[in-house]
Structures are given as C-alpha cells and as structure tokens.
C-alpha cells in the first residue's frame, strides 16, 4: 500500500549533510605542534536526526633539508582523530569513556617512486628535480585527496560531542633532530603541517512543511 511505499522510499533515501563544524588546521610541525591553539579540543553539535558522522581533512607535509627526518615533506606523519560524546548534566558536562579514533597516516613519503606511480592519477610526469619522490600526502601537479574518517559507532545523535586530534611521528610528538652532514639541503625549511578538517554530520534531507492554504478572498461586487 501507500504507507509501505513511503517507508521503502525513506530507507533508500540518500543521507544529505545536515551540519558541519571547523575543526583543526596545521602548523609547525616541531615539538610544539600538538600545544599549538590551533590543535585544542573542538566541542561539536550533532544534530538528533543525524544518522552517520564523519570527519573530513586536507592534509600535506611540507618542509625538507632541516632536520634529520627530512620532514615534513619526506616523512610519514600520522594524524590521529578521536571523536567522544558529551552531556551536560546540572550543569557540568560529562565526556564519554568510549570513543571512536581514526588516523590517517601520510605513507610512502620519501619512497623513491611515490609520485612516479601516481602519473595514472594524475600526477604530471618529467618534471624538474625529484618530482619523482614521495611526498607527504600530495604530489608536484596532483591534487591532494580528501580523507574520510567514519566515527558514527560513538555518536548519540542530538547530544554534544568533543573532538581531538594529534599529529605524530612514529607513534610520538615530533622533537626535529638537526640535521648533519652530506644528507642535508643547503636550502630547504622547517617542517609543517597543511591541514584544513571538518566534523560533517549526515542524515534524511528534511521535508518541506506543507503549505497553509490562504484564506478565501471575498469577490467584488
């Protein structure tokens, strides 16, 4: 019947973002980073009807001939999300145990052939220099690809939520070891990290409210 109709056309629906907040940018990738006001906790809102919560980054090391990692142009880095639900109770609020973390590792930084292999996906071939090496989440003339992370298992929509994050090197807040010797660039500069993410909720586009009809005009006489 009708109703049965309805229902099948809503479970098929296609989820539509519903709200979406600013969460972190980059920085100096140095043993400072995660300190920086940029890197702070973010409080979020997740709206009742949202049915999955993802969070979206941009995100390329730059930096190289510095230090002794040859970051953060040549280095994998991780960059670790993690999402908990929050309620305010009297007055206080009160994080969740429970948490749902994603990372997203930058790999085959500093591979011979990262960016070699990527020419099928775009990356403009035979250029100057060591356009050929890998580099931190992008490549010379290539785009850099969105990340997704899916942190809806530890959501409670319609409650507040708290995201971190953290970048890393092997696991660990990155300390730069100046670099020594043949291996160093008499160029180059520091590292950093460029970063631009997003918590992005998802659920059923809204319906449109009916429309009032409007009241009937007297005819002219």
């Known amino acids: 019947d009708d109703d049965d109709e309805e229902e099948e056309e ?3 629906e296609a989820l539509t973002p519903l709200h979406s907040t600013v969460l972190f940018s980059g920085g100096n990738f140095d043993g400072t980073y995660n300190a920086q006001p940029a890197h702070k906790p973010v409080q979020v809102y997740v709206p009742a009807a949202a ?3 993802e969070i979206h980054a941009l995100v390329s ?3 190289w001939g510095r230090d002794a990692a040859d970051c953060a142009e040549f280095c994998e880095t991780e ?3 993690t999402f908990r639900s929050m309620a305010l109770v009297g007055g206080e609020r009160f994080v969740s145990r429970g948490h749902a973390q994603q990372s997203h590792v930058l790999a085959g930084a500093g591979s011979e052939l ?3 292999l990527q020419v099928s996906e775009g990356v403009t071939p035979n250029q100057y220099g060591t356009w050929e090496y890998g580099r931190a989440g992008w490549c010379p003339g290539g785009a850099v690809l ?3 992370g899916d942190v809806t298992a530890h959501v409670v ?3 507040e939520g708290v995201v971190t994050y953290q970048g890393l090197y092997n696991g660990e807040e990155y300390e730069p070891t100046p ?3 043949a291996q160093c660039a008499s160029a180059g500069y520091p590292a950093q990290i460029r970063m631009q993410s997003l918590l992005v909720a998802y659920g059923p586009r809204p319906r449109p409210s009916a429309g009032r009809a409007l009241p009937a005009q007297d005819e002219a006489s």
């Open 157 to 159: 929509p319609g409650l």
């Open 179 to 181: 670099c020594e010797g």
């Open 146 to 148: 969105p990340w997704v």
């Open 61 to 63: 090391g730059h930096g």
């Open 79 to 81: 960059h670790r999300f």
């Open 10 to 12: 809503e479970e098929g």
């Open 114 to 116: 990262g960016c070699a």
């Open 51 to 53: 049915q999955r919560v």
